[in-house]
């Protein structure tokens, strides 16, 4: 909860947001167990034009999984396998 605050606080702060701050913030819903909050985060880098990597995909694949949202991770797993090939 506190990672997703200090990331709404940079965009208040008129702080770039990037992927290293997506990252960690995916990161920190995957182990809270926020996998709703975490494709959030995972779509709103899409509509802001930030870069995802291999370790944004798989926090939030990471995040499904402890959500038992199996079809959502094989989703983004699918996706990421033609990302990255």
Do not use: P
Not at 61 to 84: D, H, N, P, Y
């Amino acid at each position: 909860v506190q990672a997703l605050q200090l990331l709404r606080e940079m965009v208040d702060g008129r702080v770039e947001r990037n992927t290293i701050t997506y990252n960690a913030s995916v990161s920190a819903c995957e182990k809270g167990k926020q996998w709703m909050e975490a494709l959030k985060l995972f779509h709103e880098m899409i509509d802001s034009h930030v870069e995802r990597n291999i370790v944004t995909y798989s926090a939030a694949i990471s995040a499904c999984e402890k959500g038992e949202q199996w079809v959502q991770a094989l989703q983004l797993f699918r996706e990421m396998a033609t990302c990255f090939v």
